[in-house]
C-alpha cells in the first residue's frame, strides 16, 4: 500500500511561490496517476492538478492554471507542486493521493477516483 507524505507549506505573502513535495513509500508509485488536492474551510475538496503516471497527461484547475505546475520524479518517488503568483484564495490545506486504478492514459480529478491520502499541509498566503 502507497503511503504519502506531503510538505513545503507554509506562510506566504501574494504573489509568493512555494514548491509542495509528495513523498511516496510503498510499491508501484511509477504506475499510478497522482493528483493534488485541496480544500478550505466550508468547502469541498477540488482538485487542483494531476498527473498520470508517464507524466504525459496533466490536469490543471482553471483557477490555478499557468501559475502551479506538476511534475513528478519516479526515481525518486516524489510529485511536486510549484505554486506561483499565490493569491489569497490560494489558501487552504493540500493533499496528494494516488489514483485507484493503475496506468490510466489521462488523469481523473475527480477525488473518488483517487485513495492513499497524506496528511497534507497547509499553505496560508496574506494579502
Known amino acids: 500500500q502507497l503511503q504519502l507524505v506531503e510538505s513545503g507549506g507554509g506562510l506566504v505573502q501574494a504573489g509568493g511561490s512555494l514548491r509542495l513535495s509528495c513523498a511516496a513509500s510503498g510499491p508501484a508509485f511509477g504506475s499510478y496517476g497522482m493528483g493534488w488536492f485541496r480544500q478550505a474551510p466550508g468547502k469541498e475538496r477540488e482538485c487542483v492538478a494531476a498527473i498520470s503516471w508517464t507524466g504525459t497527461s496533466t490536469y490543471y484547475a482553471d483557477s490555478v492554471k499557468g501559475r502551479f505546475t506538476i511534475s513528478r520524479d519516479n526515481v525518486k518517488k516524489i510529485v511536486y507542486l510549484q505554486m506561483n503568483s499565490l493569491k489569497p484564495e490560494d489558501t487552504a490545506h493540500y493533499y496528494c493521493?494516488?489514483?485507484?486504478?493503475?496506468?490510466?492514459?489521462?488523469?481523473?480529478?475527480?477525488?473518488?477516483?483517487?485513495?492513499?491520502w497524506g496528511q497534507g499541509t497547509q499553505v496560508t498566503v496574506s494579502s
Open positions: 493521493a494516488k489514483e485507484r486504478a493503475p496506468k490510466r492514459a489521462v488523469v481523473g480529478r475527480s477525488p473518488v477516483l483517487f485513495e492513499s
